[in-house]
């Protein structure tokens, strides 16, 4: 995601307004839940292996993780430069979740 972020050619990266700004009353769009209970569903396999802290709120570590990742995509589209700063910076966020 981040280098096709930083591909300016193809403009810039923003966050999709969800159904929420449309009255519809669900938190997330269809492509953001797919995305959220994918990160849950690697989160308690990670868990299930031993590879993850047994204290560790899944859910809300989960949106905390994508909402990480639009962060680093926003940046690489203003800056391409910033995307393996935020790469190395996010791997070091996930080993911190895992207890490494």
Do not use: C, W
């Not at 669900?26 to 569903?41: C, E, N, Y």
């Amino acid at each position: 995601m981040l280098a096709l972020a930083g591909r300016r050619e193809l403009g810039f990266f923003y966050n999709v307004s969800g159904p929420q700004h449309f009255g519809i009353g669900k938190r997330r769009g269809s492509a953001s839940q797919h995305t959220l209970d994918m990160f849950v569903g690697e989160l308690r396999q990670a868990r299930e292996r031993g590879d993850l802290r047994a204290d560790i709120d899944i859910e809300a570590v989960a949106g905390l993780l994508i909402g990480a990742i639009r962060e680093a995509g926003i940046d690489a589209s203003r800056e391409p430069a910033t995307a393996s700063r935020n790469l190395t910076a996010f791997r070091q966020l996930l080993l911190a979740v895992a207890g490494r």
